[in-house]
């Protein structure tokens, strides 16, 4: 008989959290805290949503988004989280760029990207100056009519080799091209170049899994391949259960963490939204996708230190035509030394490149294969330009793409950042639609990312306390 994932489950929660990102497990545990009773649904048989790994033959553990975040995280993390979390959060100092226009090294924070601009690219301190206090001054009340090209136009006129420096890593970061709104660039670059790029040791998995220990002991019931399929949504336009694997469940509130655009066109559903709001949610873009390769030594075998996170590119200057290619000329390193899980003897490499769903969605399966095939070669053909004998060095290769990531997270078009700016206000507004519902997770770019989706989570948190709650002060 198949297994029920929900024995036992209550008839109704406080609140009901559909779906364990980033934002969507903060958000369950600062509720939790607060004193609600909690319920989180998750589809996957683990929780983490993006924030991900698994496990292969041969004892290898691979990461999924595990290159990089600001320091914010840490605060972030200390606060709404665990001491202990917290604390092994460490810098990434080797931050490395390989393309065309320059070669060089940084540790990706506002002092020395100021000695590489003015004595590499030599352009002026006060240029450069002024551009990070810009960037610095950006918040969500600006102007959003500036776009990030006419920002880099402003500072620094006819230097695509600037630019690069600036955007390529943002993004491969978030997705977001010089159209997007300045806004989006200038408060996620900022925020990296505080004090530069950090990780978490020991791997996604214990942060997971320390993540996952919290939320049972702050009471959160949690089930897995749980699959919601609908909100359902009274005559009032409040939010009144959640129908999951079948199952009808009451709520007083639900925070889904799910796609935005999943969350209204699908779970809700267009007949109880006002027309203009469902026109405004189908009119959001989606962000790009992402291919991975993903490869691990035998046991013991290691390689010279290459940095920490390699921007290789082949092409000349900032080109979002070619980052989103599937014949790829980018590609985005990160180098995993035992270090990063301690006591492990494993040295692993993931690669990472923005990808277009369409590219992907409807190869056949036989050249689906061949495809998938095709990026693991020329990725390793890559590598061998910084690790020579990497090779023979091998013990596991395999790839994902937009498809992989439309499959286990069941964002639409397999998006890995959310959306486009719009999807950020069409998120916002979704409480004034339906009474009790709200979203949190990667939308308008500024919401995504490791500490886009965990502060998102904080702040949705308290809107749904006060719903729930009017008296209560904010958490
Ligand atoms: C290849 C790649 C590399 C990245 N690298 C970085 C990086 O280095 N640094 C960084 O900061 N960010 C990175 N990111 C982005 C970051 O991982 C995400 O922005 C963040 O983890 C998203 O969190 P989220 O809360 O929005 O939810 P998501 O991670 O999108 O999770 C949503 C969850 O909801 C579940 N769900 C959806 N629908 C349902 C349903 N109907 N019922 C039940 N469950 C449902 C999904 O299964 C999923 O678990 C990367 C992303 C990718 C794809």
Redesign the pocket.
């Known amino acids: 008989m198949a297994k029920d994932f929900l024995k036992e489950t209550k008839d109704r929660y406080d609140i009901i959290v ?8 903060t958000s369950a545990n600062v509720l939790a805290k607060a004193g609600y009773s909690v319920l989180l ?4 048989y683990q ?5 991900t790994w698994f496990k292969r033959k041969g004892g290898h553990i691979f990461d ?6 600001p320091v914010g995280m840490i605060k972030s993390c200390r606060k709404y989280w665990t001491p202990e979390i917290a604390e092994s959060i460490v810098q990434l100092k080797g931050i490395r760029f390989e393309n065309p226009q320059f070669s060089l090294r940084t540790t990706f924070d506002r002092k020395d990207f100021t000695r590489l601009i003015t004595e590499e690219f030599n352009v002026p301190f006060e240029t450069v100056d002024g551009f990070f206090a810009a960037s610095r001054k950006m918040n969500f009340f600006d102007d959003q009519e500036m776009t990030t090209g006419e920002l880099f136009e402003k500072f620094f006129p006819g230097r695509s080799d600037v630019v690069r420096l600036l955007m390529e890593p943002i993004t491969y ?2 997705g977001s091209t010089l159209e997007d709104p300045a806004i989006t660039y200038g408060i996620v670059f900022s925020n990296f170049m505080s004090k530069g790029v950090f990780t978490f040791r020991g791997g996604t998995d214990a942060l997971v899994n320390k993540m996952k220990a919290e939320l049972i002991k702050n009471g959160v019931d949690i089930r897995i391949r ?4 609908q909100i359902e949504v009274d005559k009032d336009r409040k939010v009144k259960a959640v129908h ?1 694997n079948g199952k009808r469940i009451e709520c007083g509130a639900v925070m889904s ?3 935005i655009k ?1 969350t209204i066109l699908k ?1 809700v559903g267009e007949e109880n939204l006002d027309s203009d709001y469902v026109e405004e949610a189908k009119a959001v873009r989606l962000n790009n ?2 291919c ?1 390769v993903y490869i691990g030594l035998k046991p013991g075998e290691s390689f010279d230190n290459c940095g920490d996170l390699l921007f290789h590119s082949e092409h000349e200057g900032f080109d979002i035509e070619s980052i989103l290619s599937k014949d790829i000329s980018s590609r985005t390193f990160s180098f995993y030394y035992p270090e990063t899980r301690p006591g492990s003897d494993r040295s692993l490499i993931v690669s ?1 490149t923005n990808a277009r769903y369409k590219d992907w969605a409807d190869l056949p399966e036989e050249q689906y294969k061949a495809d998938k095939e095709h990026l693991c070669r020329t990725t390793i053909d890559c590598l061998e330009k910084y690790i020579p004998d990497v090779r023979q060095k091998i013990d596991w290769v395999e790839a994902s793409t937009p498809r992989t ?1 439309e499959h ?4 639409i078009h397999g998006s ?3 959306t486009k700016f719009e999807g950020l206000k069409v998120s916002q507004e979704l409480p004034e639609q339906v009474g009790g519902l709200f979203h ?3 939308v308008g770019i500024i ?7 965990v502060n ?2 904080v702040i949705v948190s308290n809107e749904v306390d006060k719903y729930l709650t009017p008296s209560s002060a904010a958490m």
């Open positions: 559909i779906g364990s990102g980033l934002a969507g497990l649904l998750e589809h996957h929780l983490g949503g993006m924030a999924i988004s595990l290159h990089g975040f970061a978030n749980a699959l919601v399929e999951v963490n799910a796609n999943s779970l996708s992402s991975q990472s990531f286990y997270t069941r964002h890995s950042f959310g949190a997770g990667s919401m995504s990312g490791w500490l886009g989706a998102y989570g």
